[in-house]
Structures are given as structure tokens and as C-alpha cells.
């Protein structure tokens, strides 16, 4: 039932202060059916003194925040005002019986063209905290993203105490060049992509980058004040440390699922990932402003943007503003680049809350289990080329050594009308085609295989899966994201995985859930999740240089017995390919 309808205008307004929403607007907060429109344009904007012209939602660079309660439906229409191809995917959202909505590119959808648009319809099932929404065709998403805002119930809490303000941090990766350019480049050339100018914060650069001084978050505070932070992971191939100076935070959140606090003086998010976090301030003006600073965390062998985007933390002052003036700066101090050990010890402290009303239900048995190794490969250079990727081949990635090859069609539709001949198979191999010592010296050999290749899951199967980083072309850690599911981490370690070993210390009594996990650079995590989702669900690392390069594969979950088990039938403006 649509019981309120919500202007484009209305929908891309600052309405954040998460609870303000229903105090402002309360026909708006007691309505069930969100109403946005997107329209996809572009327009200049100008970073590190260079303008230039990016895509963008509603010419706001971040996009617009979508606001919703734990319950809602939302319809979102896109309208595709630009020449290149559009889809927009709703990370984080479980998108029950609702995969045509999804959006990634020729998995559950064609793109919408030039002048068309398509409703996203879908309703928010047990969940509530950050996610955001992107682009999810070739690199569209560097510009093209905004924040998912979920909040409670209506009378419904937080699992704390509410906080002053709630304030969305989104970080993002900046390139002066057209990044279409420079991943359609590499793809030509078969060698690494141009990395990034800058990092950013909320779409700004920050102090530490050349002409961004102007160009730069500031976070104003109130002494005495609980602060949450809602931070998000927007950019294209870089894990983030973050911090503020002289300040911790308490995670309570991760990808829009509670977890039991902790503190820490240093967050790591890898793309893909939302954490919500408290900030304690001060009990008193402190006559200093702090510095909040975020950098990569990298452990592969190729090029990437090591710089810093800093914003900065002030303390609003009682009286007026002279006393501001001379204040000294505080600098965070953050982890080395490839801090594997810290990074390690950080991703152990996630559990979830496990609490009669947030239970963790972890699959204890498993129906199909499977061992997917992951990382960097190499394909053939194409005769009478020239090409820049190792040894003279070109750069490539794999999933059980499988580079996958998107269709020029839906996968979602051609299954659902039993059509897949000559779009897709469904032999994805379960474990590795050709083992070796995964993590110990690379074999001689490092060429892919190609192909469009799917795993076929009944109906409520409880998967296992192990994600096994390798050596070939380097050890990475890989963030690998999952649609349509959340998935609990039981396990993870260094090395390769030993199945006769490594099981016996698996948590499966709280281990956190999440829609994104890194693979811990040379070594493994284990992973459960229940497929009770039917439809074609896509998996990939959410490093795009990656995904380009093949690192990416699909389910698909037939449907139940039920009625309410199987996928329904496509909404009449699906766009066509």
C-alpha cells in the first residue's frame, strides 16, 4: 500500500539526525513506502584544482542519502540522463524474493540506457544500520554512490544508549582522468590500472592534497556528546585505516548488523564494508582541533595511491569563535601500510551481539561445502599485440582459477525463462581444479581459464564455504562480497586451510555477520550462509580493478516449495539489453 509519496526533491535533502526524520516529518516516519527518484546526470565538479565533468544522482557528489526503517518498502526510480550505461545496486540489502531489484550489470539486470529509467522495488527484512547504494557496471561507482541509512522500527531502540547526532562518513577514491578511461586502458593494455589522485571524505580531499585546503570534511562536536559514526567504504581498490587523533570509538555495528562493542583507536574497512561507531567527546573544550585521517592498507605487489584524506574533528566553543584561532592540530597515528598482524587482530574482535533479540543463526550443519581459491592470474597477450601485464601477458583474476566472462544478457532472466543455452553453464568447479601449495611458491603457470560458469543451490541449503587467498602474482588480501546474503565468518587464519585441523576452531556460537569479508592476505577465511534466497546472487572481490579482471562468480538458488519460496516473476519495466 503506498500511504505517502516523497518528492526527488524531498528524497535528496540532508534528512540524516536518523531519528529527526519522524519529528519533523511524522506523516513521513508512519508511512511503510519510501519514494526516491534518481536522476542520473552529469555535471563539473572541481578536486585538486581540476574540473571536470562526472556522473553523478541529482548533481550531488555523494549522492543523496536513502532513509528507511527496518520494515519498509522502497522504490527507488532511476532515470538514465547520460550516454553511458547505468545500473544501481543496493549493497548490503538481502533483496528477499526481490533479485530483479539487486542491480549488478547482466546478473540480475541489462542496464538502464540512455533516456530510460526502472523502478528498484524492495523492502527492507530484518535489518537496520548503514549500507550504500552504487553504481555496479565498470567503474561507474566512483562517483556514482550515496549512503543506505536503516534505522529501527518505529518504538524501536538501539541495542545503546541513543546517540547525540548520527553523522554519515562515506570514503571514496579520486581520479583527475575519467576512471572509464583508465580502467578501459588497462583492459586494452592487459597491465595495471592508473591508481587514484586522492582519497576522500564525504567527497572531499582534505588539507594533506595539493589546492584542498578549502576542500575539506570538518565534524563539529559538542563537548560531553556520544556521536555515531557511520562509516563507509565507497572506495574503488583500497582498504582504509582510520582514525582520529587523541580519540577512540566503540564499534557497535557492521554492515548494518549489531555487534558486540569494542574499542579501538584505529578502524579498518575494506571496500564494501559499513561500520557504525561511537565517538565519545571530550568532557570539556579542549583548546585543540583533531585531525581524522584515513590511508590504505595494502599488501599486494602492484602500484597503488599511497596518500592520506584527512578531515578534521573541532570542538564547538561556548563563546565566539576567537578563541579558535591559535589552536594546535592533532595528527592520528595510523598502522603501517601492510599491517597484516594488526589488521588480523582487528577482524577477531567482530561478534555478533547473540542476544534473545539479535540471535546469531549460524548454520551448525552443512549441507555442501566448497573451497574456492582466489587471486591474481594471467591471460595470453592476443597475437601481433603488444601487452603490459606480466612477463607480457595481460593482468587477470580467478575464483578455483575460473576468470568469469559477464554475458551480454540478464543471467537472472535467462534462468528464470529457462533460456541459459549459450549464456551460462552450471559446472563452476566446488574446489580447485589443479591444487598446489597455495600460499608457498606460485606455480610456473599462472594463465586462467574463461568462462561463464554458475553453482546451482537448492532451496535452504546450508553452504560452507573456504576462500583461500594465493601467492600467484603476489599474496592480497581480497574483499569479497556476496549478494543477496549476509554470511557468518566461523573461521579464518594464515597459511593455507587444513581441513582436518582448522574446523575444530571454528566459532559457531557468535561469530559476526557480514555482507563483506577480506580474505586475509596468504591465508583463508570460512564462511556459512543458508540459501533461502531464490534467484541468480553474484560474488566478487570489491576491489573493481579485480572484478574487471575476472575475480567474480554466481549462485543460483532455486526456488522452494512454497509460495513464498520462489522468485517472482520480472516487474514489466525491467530494461532490456
Known amino acids: 500500500m503506498r500511504c505517502c509519496r516523497v518528492s526527488s526533491a524531498a528524497a535528496t535533502a540532508p534528512l540524516l539526525l536518523g531519528i529527526l526524520v519522524s519529528s519533523l516529518l511524522p506523516e513521513f516516519a508512519s508511512c511503510t513506502t519510501r519514494h526516491y527518484t534518481f536522476n542520473i546526470v552529469q555535471h563539473n565538479v572541481t578536486r585538486l584544482c581540476t574540473t571536470k565533468s562526472i556522473i553523478s544522482v541529482n548533481g550531488k557528489f555523494p549522492g543523496p542519502r536513502l532513509v528507511a526503517r527496518e520494515g519498509d518498502q522502497v522504490l527507488v526510480k532511476v532515470v538514465n540522463n547520460v550516454t553511458n550505461n547505468v545500473t544501481i545496486h543496493w549493497h548490503g540489502v538481502r533483496q528477499l524474493r526481490s533479485g530483479w531489484a539487486d542491480g549488478p550489470a547482466y546478473v540480475t539486470q541489462c542496464p538502464i540506457q540512455t533516456g530510460q529509467s526502472y523502478t528498484y522495488n524492495f523492502t527492507i527484512t530484518g535489518q537496520r544500520g548503514t549500507l550504500f547504494w552504487h553504481a555496479h557496471i565498470s567503474w561507474l561507482r566512483a562517483t556514482l554512490y550515496g549512503p543506505i541509512i536503516i534505522l529501527p522500527r518505529r518504538n524501536e531502540s538501539y541495542p545503546f544508549r541513543k546517540p547525540y547526532k548520527e553523522v ?16 578501459n586502458q588497462a583492459l586494452q593494455t592487459g597491465g595495471g590500472p592508473n591508481v587514484s589522485d586522492a582519497y576522500t571524505i564525504n567527497g572531499l580531499p582534505g588539507p594533506l592534497y595539493n589546492c584542498s585546503s578549502e576542500d575539506t570534511f570538518k565534524l563539529k562536536v559538542k563537548p560531553g556528546k556520544t556521536y555515531m559514526l557511520r562509516l563507509i567504504n565507497a572506495a574503488l581498490n583500497d582498504e582504509l585505516f582510520f582514525s582520529i587523533a587523541n580519540h577512540t570509538v566503540t564499534i557497535v555495528e557492521a554492515d548494518a548488523v549489531y555487534v558486540k562493542p569494542f574499542v579501538t583507536s584505529v578502524v579498518l574497512i575494506t571496500p564494501g564494508q559499513t561500520t557504525n561507531v561511537l565517538l565519545k567527546t571530550k568532557p570539556h573544550y579542549p583548546n585543540a582541533t583533531f585531525l581524522m585521517a584515513a590511508r590504505p592498507y595494502s599488501t599486494g605487489q602492484g602500484t597503488f595511491d599511497n596518500s592520506t584524506v584527512a578531515g578534521f574533528l573541532e570542538y564547538e566553543h561556548p563563546s565566539d569563535n576567537s578563541f579558535n584561532k ?13 599491517a597484516t598482524g594488526i589488521v588480523a587482530n582487528f577482524t577477531k574482535m567482530f561478534r555478533s551481539l547473540n542476544n534473545p533479540k539479535y540471535t546469531a543463526n549460524v548454520p551448525q550443519t552443512v549441507d555442501k561445502q566448497f573451497f574456492f581459491t582466489v587471486g591474481l592470474g594471467s591471460s595470453p597477450c592476443p597475437q601481433n599485440a603488444t601487452c603490459q601485464g606480466p612477463n607480457g601477458t595481460k593482468f587477470a583474476a580467478s575464483v578455483n582459477n575460473v576468470s568469469f566472462a559477464l554475458p551480454t544478457t540478464a543471467m537472472l532472466q535467462a534462468y528464470f525463462s529457462k533460456n541459459s543455452y549459450g549464456i551460462y553453464t552450471t559446472d563452476f568447479p566446488s574446489n580447485p581444479p589443479n591444487p598446489f601449495n597455495y600460499t608457498g611458491s606460485p606455480p610456473n603457470n599462472t ?3 574463461n568462462g561463464t560458469r554458475l553453482v546451482v543451490l537448492p532451496f535452504n541449503t546450508s553452504v560452507e564455504l573456504v576462500l583461500q587467498d594465493t601467492s600467484i602474482l603476489g599474496a592480497e588480501s581480497h574483499p569479497l562480497h556476496l549478494h543477496g546474503f549476509n554470511f557468518f565468518i566461523v573461521g579464518e587464519g594464515f597459511g593455507n586451510y587444513d581441513p582436518s585441523k582448522d574446523p575444530a576452531n571454528f566459532n559457531l556460537v557468535d561469530p559476526v555477520e557480514r555482507n ?8 583463508w577465511v570460512a564462511i556459512r550462509f543458508l540459501a533461502d534466497n531464490p534467484g541468480v546472487w553474484f560474488m566478487h572481490c570489491h576491489f573493481d580493478v579485480h572484478t574487471s579482471w575476472g575475480l567474480r562468480m554466481a549462485w543460483i538458488v532455486l526456488d522452494g516449495q512454497l509460495p513464498s519460496q520462489k522468485l517472482p516473476p520480472p516487474p514489466s519495466d525491467l530494461p532490456k539489453c
Open 168 to 183: 554519515p562518513i562515506i570514503f571514496g577514491e579520486w581520479w583527475n582522468a575519467d576512471p572509464e578511461a583508465v580502467i
Open 326 to 338: 591559535n589552536k594546535t592540530i592533532v595528527k592520528p597515528s595510523l598502522p603501517p601500510i601492510n
Open 447 to 449: 594463465h586462467v581459464s
Open 516 to 523: 563483506t569479508v577480506g580474505i586475509p592476505s596468504g591465508g
